[in-house]
């Protein structure tokens, strides 16, 4: 479970409302049993159940379990598609070692507000799921022309262009070094006409073809990602 608080030894953690509902109700858990806690910096301890209500419980640290480990710096870079595979791509992302989900607004993106909040959520359920000791930040949507900006000259940029721009992923990036990463995917409608072309300020922009066919936004960043992390060997 993941919690906010410190995981010293004796510590006393608090278990929010929908926390205490999973472990009593779903694990039907009482107090006295082990759980295991990661707040996303400490490593992963082994508590004990201390109270377990219906609104609230507790837990008392018992030993450190997993010390903290880097997790990738690899970040997603996705224009914000329909709720459900939003939702989808902040899953998937955290179970592939994501470290930022970041929405970017391009041209021919549809929707109205990216429900951060709701990813946020996700990214936490899904790092609990997959036993990361991470949680994936969550950035605020920003515009594609935008990027170049401010954009850390050290982070090498991986477009995902499904229209022949990019060689085969794996032949692209088979020299790929561990260092800061982002991948970019884009809408349901694609990138516009000439709208890569105002990331060509990035220093490090390497573009790759993910196969002959036309993968959906979400697919391609589950493919993407996959090869990626199998490259890293994370
Ligand atoms: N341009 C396509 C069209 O209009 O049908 C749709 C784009 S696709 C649904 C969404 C995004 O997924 C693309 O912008 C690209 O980033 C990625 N993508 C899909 N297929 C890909 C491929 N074969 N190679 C690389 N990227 C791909």
């Given at each position: 479970l993941h919690?906010a608080g ?6 006393e953690?608090?278990?929010?409302e929908g926390q205490a ?10 107090p ?5 806690l990661f707040?996303g910096?400490d ?5 004990e159940?201390?109270t377990l209500g219906k609104k ?7 030993s450190q379990?997993r010390p ?11 224009a ?5 595979r939003v ?7 955290t179970e592939?070692?994501v470290?930022r989900?970041?929405p970017?607004?391009t041209?021919?993106t ?11 959520a996700?990214a936490?359920e ?7 000791l991470?949680?994936?930040?969550v950035?605020?949507?920003?515009s ?7 954009w ?10 499904e229209?022949g721009g ?5 032949s692209?990036l ?5 260092g800061?990463?982002?991948v ?6 694609g ?9 060509t300020?990035?220093p490090l922009?390497?573009?790759v073809?993910l196969g002959p066919?036309?993968?959906r936004?979400d697919?391609?960043?589950v493919?993407?990602?996959?090869v990626?992390q199998?490259l890293?060997g994370d």
């Amino acid at each position: 479970l993941h919690v906010a608080g410190d995981l010293t030894i004796g510590a006393e953690v608090a278990l929010d409302e929908g926390q205490a509902h999973y472990l009593r109700n779903v694990l039907r858990l009482t107090p006295g049993a082990r759980v295991a806690l990661f707040n996303g910096r400490d490593g992963e301890a082994a508590a004990e159940l201390q109270t377990l209500g219906k609104k609230s419980g507790s837990a008392r640290v018992l030993s450190q379990t997993r010390p903290q480990t880097p997790e990738p710096d690899l970040w997603l870079l996705f224009a914000p598609l329909k709720r459900a595979r939003v939702d989808f791509i902040a899953e998937k992302a955290t179970e592939l070692g994501v470290s930022r989900l970041a929405p970017v607004i391009t041209r021919r993106t549809q929707g109205g507000r990216v429900p951060t909040d709701r990813l946020a959520a996700i990214a936490v359920e899904a790092a609990e799921q997959c036993e990361r000791l991470s949680i994936p930040e969550v950035a605020e949507p920003v515009s594609l022309v935008d990027l170049p900006a401010d954009w850390p000259a050290e982070r090498r940029l991986i477009i995902c262009d499904e229209t022949g721009g990019g060689g085969p992923i794996a032949s692209v990036l088979a020299d790929l070094a561990p260092g800061p990463l982002a991948v970019l995917i884009g809408p349901e409608g694609g990138f516009a006409p000439g709208e890569l072309e105002t990331l060509t300020d990035i220093p490090l922009v390497t573009r790759v073809s993910l196969g002959p066919r036309i993968l959906r936004a979400d697919t391609a960043a589950v493919a993407v990602l996959s090869v990626v992390q199998s490259l890293l060997g994370d």
